[in-house]
C-alpha cells in the first residue's frame, strides 16, 4: 500500500530513516511526492501552530483527501492541539510513542479508509448513481454513512433538512449492510399513518379484527424481519406509537391486532427526521429512550447551501439521467451562474425539479443556453449587478455600522471572511486565489498579515 509523507520535524526528535522502516515493515511503501503516493499522507510534527493547521488544511484539501497528523512525541500534542488538528482536515491525531507499534496502528487505519474510500468514491456506482457530489462537506458526510453502513449493523438516525436525499442514504446503509442472507428493505413514512390504522402499519393485524379486515395482514415489523426498516420522518410519529415501538425495538417481541400471540422480528432500525429531535425531546414532543435508541449513531446530511459547489457536478448527473444521450449537454457560464446563486429552500429534489425543467426545453447538440431557462426561473434585468447585495446584505452592513465598526474594520472582516471560505471550499490556496482575483502570493501575504492582526 503506497503512501505519501512529509516530515515537519527536527532530525533528532523523530529520524524519518527509523519511520520509514517502521512503515515499509508494516506493509506501507512511502514517497515524499503528494500525489504519486495516492491521496492518503502522513504529517509528522513537532509541534502545533497556525501555520502547521494552514499547511495541513491545504495539502488536505479541507479534509477531502486523508492525512494523519503524527507528533513525533506525546509532548508535542495536548488535547486542545488534537481537536485543531482533526477541524484543519485531518483524518486523525496521534502522537508516534502513544502506542508500542505505530506503525501498525497506521497502517490499521489505513486500510480501513482505504475500504471507506473505495466504497464512497467515483468508483463506487452504487455512491455515484445517488449521492452526487465531491466537495469536502459532502465527501465527509458520505464517508461517514458509509463507514457506519458497511462496518456495524447498528441502528441509524439519518438527519437533514427536506430534499438533502435521507432516503438515498437509508437505501445506501441497507445495500452495504453485510449481514449474512439480510432480507428487503421496508419503507414507512410516518407522516403518512392515519393514527386509526397505525397499529395495523406496523404490527399487522388478523382477518375480522375490525371492520373491513376481510384478511389477515403483516404490518412493517413482519415484513421487515432479517431485513432493514426505515421510518421516515420519526419526529412525526404520534408518542403512544413511539411507545409501542420502543418496545419493538426492545425486545424484539409484538402482536397482531386482534391477537394475542407474541411474533418475533429482528431487523436493522433507520430512521430519518428534519427535525431536532432533542430539542424536540426536551419539549416532551419526542420519547428520550427511544431517541437514544434510534440513534445508536447519527449521519448528518449538509443541505446543499452548504455545498453550493457540488451543484454543477448535480446538474450534470441529473441531465444525464433525465436524458437519452450518455453525454449529458454543457452548461452556459450564465446558466451555472444562476444555479448558483439561486436558493434552493427545497435542497437537492428542488435543484433536480429544476434541471428537468431546463432540460425538457433544450434542443440540439449545443450547450444548454439562457432561452431554456424557464420564464419564471429567470433572473430581473439587473440581477448580475445586485443579487448578492441583497436586503440581506444590507440588513449586515447596517448592523454593523449601528454597532460602531468602522469602514476599515468592516473591510478587513468582509477580506477576511472571504478568504476563510474560499480557502474551505477550494480545498488549496491556489485554487482560492485564482476563485478570488488575486496571485498566490497576495493571499498568502493577506493571510499572514491577518494572523497578525489577530495575535
Known sequence: MQIWTRFRTSGDTLPRDTVEQALASAGLITTSEQGSGGRTGLLFFDGVSAELCDLLHEISRGGSDRVLAIGSSRAALDANSSWRLLA????????????????????ARIRRWEVVDTLAGSSSSLVQENLVGSSPQWTRAVRHVVEVAHF??????????????KELVARLIHALDQRPNKRELVVLDCTTVVPTLSGSEFF??????????VAARDGAFAMADGG?????????????????LLRVVQEGLYKRVGSNAWRKTSFRLLCATNRNLVEEAAEGRFRKDLYYRIAAWTCHLPSLREHIEDIPMLAQHFLRKSGSDAQPPPLDEAVTELLLTRDYPGNVRELRQMVARIGSRHEGPGPITVGDVPPEERPSNDWRGSAWQDERFEEFIRLALARGITLRELSRAVGETAIRIAVAEAGS???AARRLGVTDRALQLRKAAGRRGSA
Open 88 to 107: 484543519a482536515g485531518a483524518s486523525d491525531v496521534f502522537a508516534w510513542d502513544h502506542s508500542i507499534d505505530p506503525a501498525a496502528e497506521i497502517a
Open 152 to 165: 456495524t449493523d447498528a441502528a441509524v438516525l439519518i438527519t437533514g433538512e427536506s430534499g438533502t436525499g
Open 228 to 244: 432493514t426498516l426505515f421510518l421516515d420522518e420519526i419526529g412525526d410519529l404520534p408518542l403512544p406509537l413511539q411507545a409501542e
Open 204 to 213: 399487522g393485524h388478523e382477518k375480522g379484527a375490525f371492520t373491513g379486515a
Open 429 to 431: 490556496l491556489r485554487g
